[in-house]
């Protein structure tokens, strides 16, 4: 009984010691997850503002742009995944995995190639595990990402989606990533972002007047200023968007783990106090009964 009231409560210090490291990540997450609210609520507004602008002034123009033109043969799509670099989240990385794991089965029943693009260290380990082809990789921001890294993915993929498919390129880029409602509702979703198409409402359904544009120099070259910005603050509020839920989806991971320490913890006192009492009771048993053996071999004599 002894050793098991000590195993008890080496169990004890241990959860003890679990709980403190999933009770400060909760913490930090939860501190963190306030500023990466304000960065989506920053920067929601001007990517909305820019995708309507874009769309009306492609819209409106009559030229054959190479990034707002459907190409007649799809052969290579490219997908750009965005996960995590840490665990300890929950499914969040689980989640948009299995999404873009159904993008690709769509995209290649289509008979179109596929050309992973992937953010987060889960990411690449999911596909190089499986020992699967990668495009491209970057990691090390996911839960605090900066204009600087949307820049250089935006500038990559634009760069492929110049080049023909023979030559590396890809003919249409499509996103996967974790849209963040709210602290308990994150979705994983897909967007296309290349060949451009409207994802977000350009005001005519809610009475809101439509700009009318005028071209300096002309449409091609304001296109070819303005689409590349379309494509970097569009890359930018997706992971906005998925650090937001990255770290909502660790705060709740961290919280429950911390309230099963809390239970287990709860138990194993319960179990130590058992087996204590059981030390106890046969201690005051091995007492009395030996008392009344030397009662009894004192009376015989």
């Known amino acids: 009984?002894?050793?098991?009231?000590?195993?008890?409560?080496?169990?004890?210090?241990s959860v003890q010691a679990t709980k403190k490291i999933t009770r400060a990540m909760e913490l930090i997450a939860a501190s963190r997850?306030?500023?990466?609210?304000?960065?989506?609520?920053?920067?929601?507004?001007?990517?909305?503002?820019?995708?309507?602008?874009?769309?009306?002034?492609?819209?409106?123009?009559?030229?054959?742009?190479?990034?707002?033109?459907?190409?007649?043969?799809?052969?290579?799509?490219?997908?750009?995944?965005?996960?995590?670099?840490?665990?300890?989240?929950?499914?969040?990385?689980?989640?948009?995995?299995?999404?873009?794991?159904?993008?690709t089965a769509a995209l290649r029943a289509d008979g179109k190639d596929v050309a992973p693009y992937l953010v987060g260290r889960k990411a690449a380990s999911f596909y190089r595990f499986r020992r699967r082809d990668i495009t491209a990789e970057w990691a090390g921001f996911t839960d605090s990402?900066?204009?600087?890294?949307?820049?250089?993915?935006?500038?990559?993929?634009?760069?492929?989606?110049?080049?023909?498919?023979?030559?590396?390129?890809?003919?249409?880029?499509?996103?996967?990533?974790?849209?963040f409602v709210s602290m308990v509702t994150q979705e994983p979703r897909v967007i296309r972002l290349l060949p451009l198409e409207v994802v977000e409402g350009t005001g005519q359904d809610d009475g809101e007047l439509q700009p009318l544009y005028e071209f300096e120099p002309s449409p091609e070259a304001v296109l070819d200023a303005l689409l590349p910005q379309y494509v970097n603050s569009r890359v930018y509020n997706c992971l906005l968007q998925a650090a937001?839920?990255?770290?909502?989806?660790?705060?709740?991971?961290?919280?429950?783990?911390?309230?099963?320490?809390?239970?287990?913890?709860?138990?194993?006192?319960?179990l130590a106090n058992n087996?204590?009492?059981?030390?106890?009771?046969?201690?005051?048993?091995?007492?009395?009964?030996?008392?009344?053996?030397?009662?009894?071999s004192g009376s015989r004599g």
């Open 275 to 296: 087996a204590r009492q059981a030390d106890i009771t046969q201690e005051i048993t091995e007492i009395v009964g030996g008392a009344d053996a030397l009662a009894s």
């Open 1 to 13: 009984m002894a050793g098991q009231l000590r195993a008890y409560r080496r169990q004890i210090r």
């Open 33 to 103: 997850i306030i500023k990466a609210q304000a960065n989506v609520r920053a920067s929601t507004p001007y990517a909305r503002a820019l995708t309507r602008a874009v769309s009306a002034a492609a819209s409106n123009a009559s030229l054959d742009h190479p990034l707002i033109t459907e190409k007649p043969q799809v052969r290579r799509a490219a997908v750009l995944l965005l996960s995590s670099d840490r665990g300890l989240a929950g499914a969040y990385s689980s989640n948009v995995l299995r999404e873009g794991e159904r993008l």
């Open 145 to 179: 990402p900066r204009y600087e890294h949307a820049k250089e993915i935006g500038e990559r993929l634009v760069e492929d989606f110049g080049r023909e498919a023979a030559e590396g390129g890809v003919d249409e880029i499509h996103v996967v990533y974790t849209h």
């Open 244 to 270: 937001a839920s990255e770290l909502a989806a660790r705060q709740r991971a961290m919280k429950s783990a911390t309230d099963n320490a809390d239970e287990l913890i709860k138990n194993l006192t319960r």
